[in-house]
């Protein structure tokens, strides 16, 4: 009786180990990280601007003035006050491609530049809209940022939000330029389309 008992509690074991080793291999019911949801689906084309710098290739995929009587641009105006009659805030749209097989962090930061007048570049504006830019996020190896099927990759407008100042001065100092503040300490300017005067908004 003793030794069947014994034989049982072994097998149970047994059975445990082997329940415990599958749980681990196949990582229980946790989500996929993010850089590993971006590998998942084929990529977006790159339409629009880009450069390529340390491996990334950073594409605008639009510019435009926001305006939040506008239901396209009012989810991306977020908590923010209304601009006054000279002001507006110009939504540079981006994507950035990872070329390499190996992650690689992508721009700590940015600025708007207008190329007549460089004293004017504005830092992009802090933003609580669900499809902002994130500062410095890795781009997973051969994918792209946003990540396909994310929330900051499912507005309207293609690309996530770089959200800038502009008025009536810095849009006369046209073009802009965005320049780029690479991870490895690097500069590069990429030329953006132009856009309308405040005025002609509407």
Known sequence: MGSRFRIASVAAVVVLVAVVAVVLLSGGDDPKPAAQAAQHGPLPPINGPAMEVEGLVYNVTDVRLLDADDPIAKPYLANLEAPTEDSGFLGVFLRVYNKTGKPQPSAPGFLLEPSKQPGLAEQ???????????????????????????????????????????????????????????????????????????????
């Open 124 to 202: 992009n504006l802090a933003s609580e809209s669900p499809f902002s830019w994130v500062m410095g996020e890795t781009v997973p190896a051969g994918g792209v940022l946003p990540a396909p099927g994310s929330r900051a990759a499912s507005g309207a407008i293609p690309g996530a939000l770089l959200l800038y100042p502009v008025s009536d001065e810095t849009i006369e100092a046209e073009p802009f330029d965005l320049v780029v503040h690479t991870a490895g300490g690097a500069l590069a300017k990429l030329r953006l389309p132009k856009v309308p005067a405040l005025k002609q908004q509407g």
